[in-house]
């Protein structure tokens, strides 16, 4: 009150004056300030609304989630091209008995047949609860070895020990193999239904890989008793695309199926699988 004594009337209102439009000044930035951290938190949302339905739809529309194959075996850039580049014939393909002759020459020289063991090495493949993908690939993919040269074909494998062969490596491992009249690559499947069962042939669109996945998948699933899921065809599979021969992926059965594990581990049961290709490339070949 004191101070007001020594100020004109003029000055007081004009004080006042300023004291609100200071006041009008600060809520309005306040105001703004406040508006801005909506649009911005706003923005932020959508651009996360955004992201999240982006990955929504190309998970729907994905190949791998509508099929069953595994994603190892669909066509990807290649990174491991140059490494089987620098290795000749004798180097990247190697017989089960290596040392010895990889010709069966006692017997009826037929063609030869690329066996190609799924996975191996740190690639596992699918697991089941007990065993990994990669070891039954190998056991039942040696047995198919010892009843195709029984049948008097000579018999190239991707690999005979638990090493790692990359994917695109594999066709071309096949296609440096002069001579080879077919390619069978041997592998499990996995599905998240756990009653999902049987055996699949997969394949690229051709007529003589559809002929050879029919007999596979017939033989097997006759021999084996399992259900026959019958032969899928898709382009995008790197082995059968990149082969320049008859090519097919046999998924001998599901891991994920408690039951069917059991059975593919079990070495008779691989046998009857092993007989079951063995039998379709044998009337594939014909005499
Ligand atoms: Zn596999």
Redesign the pocket.
């Known amino acids: 009150m004191g101070s007001r004594t020594y100020k004109s009337d003029e000055f007081d209102r004009y004080s006042e004056r300023e004291a609100r439009r200071r006041e009008w000044y600060r809520r309005e930035m306040q105001k703004r300030r406040k508006a801005l951290a909506i649009l911005v938190s706003m923005g932020i949302g959508a651009i996360l609304l955004l992201t999240f339905l982006i990955v929504l739809i190309v998970k729907i529309f994905s190949p791998t989630d509508t099929s069953k194959v595994?994603n190892?075996?669909l066509n990807t850039p290649s990174s491991e091209l140059s490494l089987v580049n620098n290795l000749s014939d004798d180097e990247s393909l190697s017989g089960p008995d290596s040392g010895n002759s990889k010709r069966t020459s006692d017997k009826l020289n037929r063609g030869i047949i690329v066996i190609d063991p799924?996975?191996g090495g740190y690639d596992s493949?699918?697991i089941s609860s007990t065993k990994y993908?990669k070891d039954i690939?190998l056991e039942i993919a040696l047995a198919l070895c010892d009843k195709l040269k029984n049948k008097g074909f000579d018999v190239y494998m991707t690999r005979t020990d638990d090493s790692f062969v990359g994917i695109n490596d594999r066709a071309i491992l096949a296609n440096d193999c002069e001579g080879a009249v077919a390619l069978i690559s041997v592998?499990?499947n996995s599905s998240e239904e756990s009653s999902d069962e049987g055996v699949e042939v997969w394949t690229c669109d051709n007529e003589k890989n559809e002929q050879l996945a029919q007999l596979v998948v017939d033989e097997v699933s006759g021999l084996t008793g399992a259900i026959n899921g019958g032969v899928k065809i898709q382009d995008n599979l790197v082995i059968c695309s990149k082969a320049e021969m008859t090519a097919v992926i046999v998924e001998c059965g599901y891991l994920s199926n408690k039951r069917e594990a059991k059975n593919l581990s079990d070495p008779a049961y691989q046998e009857k699988i092993a007989e079951g290709i063995a039998v379709a490339v044998d009337n594939f070949i014909g005499p």
């Open positions: 595994e190892e075996l799924g996975h493949g699918c993908e690939d592998h499990q």
